[in-house]
């Protein structure tokens, strides 16, 4: 059951619960942020307190001690005292830690930030003491509390400590300097509840530093589940550009190779194959194909039910993205063979290939994809469907752009729907000296 405010057993309770929500990866990064945010809350601390007490040295002290009264109230030089010392302090502390910059190490800041605690509760504490003005007013005892309680969040235990004994320390020097035991009654009822609303509100500090840590974290790992997403479905710099709010992302390549890959005989698999086997080959088969592409520095561009298609020049334009889908094409047939040999089962591929100009781009507001268009990814397809089976079947514009670095086989004029007769080739391997 968890504990509720009403001790402070409870409080040291809530803070280990409330820590179990920091992943074990996060925890240095965590103490690192709540140091940094300590190291600059305790700097803007410092020019406030420095000019507020200039302020009151100029618009408070100095006429007083015009008029003599600091000679029958030693109370009032005690505050002039207490003031230089608090500026004094606090600035000491800075230049030690200026060295730290924003985004120190947590083990020094850890350190500093621990060094700061006692010094703003010592200086509260000494005032009370020193001045006696808090034998019947705890407001600066009080306030101070509060500051180091929101300004210097820690996730160590360090501080939950150091209220109770300013606490004590408070009446210890309220008891030596004003005997009265109703003075001392009051006092002390009031400096407890006080210190023990300083605690409660340091643990909503430190929890609610907890929660906006782990927003921020969960948020930033959600983000980039989301930039992963969107990179596997398009290309990288394709994905920036809609992320950078480009709604419409269309570009015309001169020079792309576009290549279609079919699995012979899926149909009949599909009747022979249980659903679950038949998905586990096709993710086998387009993984290593996936591999292939990133390995020669090809694009992915969609899957349909058992067609792969991919190009190389897009959306970067590349001098040997002819090279690069040879090489692919070849890979591939190597794959499939490898992965029907592993399964057991018959895998051939039927594969087309053509080079050429193309527009890129996205399309849909919904369920976008990153596709291509034009008449050489039109040709490449009717390229495989026209194709034999374990071959890959190019145009001879394509065939031109590799010259001799590969071999072919001439295969002669083929009837293409909505281009008429043209001639094409099999892309047999790399030649020789390529493949030296």
Known sequence: MKPKFGSIAGVFALRRSDARAIRDEWRAEFAADCNRTAL??????????????????????????????????????????????????????????????????????????????????????????????????????????????GMIVTPGRGKLVAYPLSFLVLIIGIVLVNPSPLVAYAIGVNAFCLTACAMLADEVWYRSAICNFVLRKTLTEERARADDLLHNIMPTSVADRLKHGENHVVEFHDEVSVMFADVVGFTQMATELTPARLIQMLETLFKAFDEIAEQHGVEKIKTVGDAYMAAAGVPMATPDHADRIAHMALAMLDACERIGRESGMTLNLRIGIDAGPAISGVIAQKKFAYDLWGDTVNTASRMESSGAIGRIHVTEAFRQRLDDRFVFERRGPQELKGKGLMPSHFLIGASAAQAA
């Open 40 to 149: 600059s809350n305790v700097r803007q601390l410092f020019w406030a307190a420095t000019l507020l007490n200039l302020v009151a040295l100029f618009t408070y002290d100095l006429p007083l001690y015009l008029k003599g009264l600091f000679e029958h109230y030693r109370m009032y030089g005690d505050l002039v005292i207490w003031r230089l010392a608090n500026i004094t302090a606090l600035g000491g502390w800075l230049l030690v830690a200026r060295g730290l910059g924003d985004d120190p190490a947590p083990r020094a800041a850890r350190r500093m930030t621990a060094i700061a605690i006692p010094i703003a509760l010592g200086l509260c504490v000494w005032h009370a003491v020193l001045s006696q003005t808090l034998a019947i007013d705890v407001s600066i005892y009080a306030l101070v509390l509060f500051v180091v309680a």
